[in-house]
C-alpha cells in the first residue's frame, strides 16, 4: 500500500525559506507524478507544483519565482523549498501522488506557520 | 486559468437525502480529467471520482459523477452519517495546469 509522509519544521519566519519532504513508501519515487498542494486554514486546495524523476515539473504561475523542487531517488523522497514567505503562506502542505488523471493518495499534511 | 465554481456553496440534508453537488467550469474541461474528493476535518482529501464519473476504488456505490464541457455533477443518494464533509471538484488543463474548485460543505 503507498504511503507518503510528509516532514519539516512546523513554524518558518518571514522571508526566510519553509523546506518540506515527502518520504514515499509502496512505490518508487523514479514513478509517476508527484505533486506538493497547499491549503490554508478554513480556506480551500490550492495546487503548488508536480515534479517527476525525469526533470519534468511544473509550478503554479502564482508562485513559480519562489518554488524549487527535487527529487531523491536513494531516499525515495521529494522535497518542496518556497522562499520569501510570508503569513499568506501559512497552510497545511500536502504531498500526493498524481495518477490516472487524479490524487489517488495523499499525506496526511503538515502544518507550517509563518510567524516571527 | 480554468476557475471551478462549486454550488452551493453549503448543503443541508438529512441521513437517507439525496445530494447534489455542482462544479462548473469557466471553459471545457476534458471529461477524463475531472475529479471529486472528499476531505473530512483534520484528514487529507479523499479521491472519489475520476475521469468525471469512475469511482475510485472502495468507493461506496451511492457515490456518482456525471457531466461534461463545463458542468459537472457529484450525486451522494441516500447519505449515510460520515458523508457529511466537504467535497471539492479538481480539473487538470490550462495554466496553471491543476485547479480545484472552492468546496461545497455538506452539512446536516
Known amino acids: 500500500q503507498l504511503q507518503l509522509q510528509e516532514s519539516g519544521p512546523g513554524l518558518v519566519k518571514p522571508s526566510e525559506t519553509l523546506s518540506l519532504n515527502c518520504s514515499v513508501s509502496g512505490a518508487s519515487v523514479t514513478i509517476h507524478y508527484w505533486n506538493w498542494i497547499r491549503q490554508p486554514p478554513g480556506k480551500g486546495l490550492e495546487w503548488i507544483a508536480y515534479?517527476?524523476?525525469?526533470?519534468?515539473?511544473n509550478y503554479n504561475p502564482s508562485l513559480k519565482s519562489r518554488v524549487t523542487t527535487s527529487v531523491d531517488t536513494s531516499k525515495n523522497q521529494f522535497s518542496l523549498k518556497l522562499n520569501s514567505v510570508t503569513a499568506a503562506d501559512t497552510a497545511v502542505y500536502y504531498c500526493?501522488?498524481?495518477?490516472?488523471?487524479?490524487?489517488?493518495?495523499w499525506g496526511q499534511g503538515t502544518m507550517v506557520t509563518v510567524s516571527s | 486559468e480554468i476557475v471551478l465554481t462549486q454550488s452551493p456553496g453549503t448543503l443541508s440534508l438529512s441521513p437517507g437525502e439525496r445530494a447534489t453537488l455542482s462544479c462548473r467550469a469557466s471553459q471545457s474541461v476534458t471529461s477524463s480529467d475531472l475529479a471529486w474528493y472528499q476531505q473530512k476535518p483534520g484528514q487529507a482529501p479523499r479521491l472519489l471520482i475520476y475521469g468525471a464519473s469512475s469511482r475510485a476504488t472502495g468507493i461506496p456505490d451511492r457515490f456518482s459523477g456525471s457531466g461534461s464541457g463545463t458542468d459537472f455533477t457529484l450525486t451522494i443518494t441516500r447519505l449515510e452519517p460520515e458523508d457529511f464533509a466537504v467535497y471539492y471538484c479538481q480539473q487538470r488543463g490550462g495554466s496553471p495546469p491543476v485547479t480545484f474548485g472552492q468546496g461545497t460543505r455538506l452539512e446536516i
Open positions: 515534479l517527476h524523476s525525469s526533470g519534468n515539473t
Open positions: 500526493a501522488r498524481y495518477y490516472d488523471n487524479a490524487y489517488d493518495f
